[in-house]
């Protein structure tokens, strides 16, 4: 058709490069947004984009080859203001990944600012967080409570207050004593007091100090005994008590630790994954926020892209809102001989299947006549033949009846001449052995 054109073999020549031309970038768009998002092997992320090429070559082949002319204005701006609208959809799916791919190094730092930011606020946020804050304290509550359970129950019974003064005690009685010992020994000898030897009265008053001061000596050493003791019990208690308590904060720290670290691990998944598509559109945002003219060309690349996707459907509605070409007239009119054509082929074809049944209704329509003609003719040899049976039979039975007749009338003839029955009644013998009632009866004798 285009050979009897030639004017319009541009036009739609032109048409078919732009359409290749934007297949051809949503294939690459494509492979950029499947290597950044999904990470797909470049071996694998190109035959996707060949094939999302085309599936975007027949979209936009759809988009024009559904745009055609109609008498209804309304119509006519419907469908143009739809494929356009759908234009610009696939314009921005498809520039996106591109645009991303040539700002992809001021991405990419933008990329580190935003994780760093993210990481700072996380890490500020678990460290506001009071259970994990509380760790440093417990912390140190558990080194206290593991070096009490650590201690010997001697060393922690050393230190108490009350064995310390018990030793007190016993170093003061124990000097008491000693002096009062040396004292006495000393009035003894004769060296001191009344400087006699022997035992007289001041000295059997010293060694009575001397007695007191032993006693007092030997009563301060049994509550030091006792006082160790019972600080013996009370330190093997306050060990195991805190030996547990140890236990207790151990297991406490150690699942505030691994909360947290589940936490950050968990932080670390999601800040890897911020570098798909999804958090490299945000950078982009946030790029163009502060700084606009990235903004401003990313906006512009964007628009370009656009265009190359808009552009076939505008051509096509310029097309429309121009006179009709000569090749659309061609088109109209092949396609109304094609109309025409189709309903003089249908009109044919129509023609001899009513033929063909119209024949088959007379056939059927003979047969049921002669399937008349037929019943009638077996109804009437059927009926002639019932009527003959009939005839015969009753022929049959008059006959038989006039037989019987005969010999009953003979039968009661003969009877008649010989009577058997008593002439006023009574009974009379069978050939049974037994009796009969009978009637009198009144002949005529003759």
């Known amino acids: 058709m285009l050979r009897e054109t030639p004017a319009d073999r541009p ?11 934007t297949a051809a970038v949503a294939a690459v768009s494509a492979t950029f947004a499947l290597t950044m998002a999904v990470r797909l092997p470049l071996g694998l992320a190109i035959p996707a984009g060949i094939g999302w090429g085309l599936v975007i070559l027949n979209l936009d082949r759809m988009l024009i080859l559904g745009m055609t002319r109609d008498t209804s204005p ?11 609208l759908l234009a610009v959809l696939l314009g921005i799916v498809i520039s996106t990944p591109l645009v991303l791919r040539i700002f992809e190094r001021e991405i990419n730092a933008e990329l580190e600012v935003l994780q760093s930011e993210r990481v700072a606020a996380f890490e500020e946020q678990l460290q506001q967080n009071p259970r994990y804050a509380a760790i440093p304290e417990l912390e140190r509550e558990l080194a206290r409570q593991q070096a009490v359970a650590d201690q010997s129950p001697d060393g922690q019974a050393a230190e108490d207050p009350g064995v310390m003064a018990a030793k007190e005690k016993v ?11 040396k004292s006495a020994q000393c009035e003894i000898d004769g060296n001191c007091g009344t400087n006699q030897p022997g035992i007289g009265e001041s000295a059997r008053q010293k060694m ?10 030997e009563a301060a050493q049994a509550e030091l005994v006792e006082a160790q003791a019972r600080a013996r019990d009370a330190s093997t208690a306050e060990s195991r008590s805190a030996a547990f308590e140890a236990e207790r904060l151990r297991a ?27 958090g490299r559109i ?6 163009a926020d502060r700084r606009p003219g990235i903004g401003t060309a990313s906006l512009l690349l964007t628009l370009l892209f656009m265009a190359l996707e808009v552009l076939p459907v505008l051509m096509k509605v310029l097309q429309l809102l121009a006179p009709p070409t000569v090749y659309e007239q061609l088109i109209s009119r092949m396609e109304r001989e094609a109309k025409a054509n189709a309903a003089r ?35 009437e040899r059927l009926v002639n033949e019932q009527e003959a049976i009939a005839a015969d039979a009753i022929a049959r039975w008059a006959a038989t009846a006039r037989g019987q ?17 008593p002439p006023h009644g009574g009974y009379h013998h069978n050939g049974n052995n037994g009796r009969e009632p009978t009637l009198p009866l009144r002949r005529e004798w003759r």
């Open 74 to 84: 309304w119509r006519n701006g419907i469908g143009i203001t739809a494929r356009l």
């Open 282 to 287: 945000e950078a982009k945002s946030s790029l």
């Open 171 to 181: 170093a003061a009685t124990k000097e008491v004593y000693l002096e009062a010992e």
């Open 252 to 278: 406490d720290i150690e699942d505030r630790r691994a909360d947290r670290k589940r936490e950050q691990d968990q932080f670390a998944d999601r800040t890897e994954e911020d570098g798909g598509l999804l």
């Open 11 to 21: 036009r739609y020549t032109a048409t078919a490069i732009v359409l290749l031309t």
């Open 345 to 379: 082929k249908a009109a044919y074809e129509q023609t001899i299947i009513d033929d063909r049944d119209q024949r088959r209704v007379d056939l059927e329509f003979h047969q049921a006549e002669l399937q008349y003609a037929a019943g009638q003719r077996t109804n």
């Open 208 to 217: 009575a100090a001397r007695d007191r001061a032993l006693a007092d000596y």
């Open 405 to 421: 007749s005969r010999q009953a009338v003979d039968t009661w003839a003969a009877a008649t001449r010989q009577p058997q029955w």
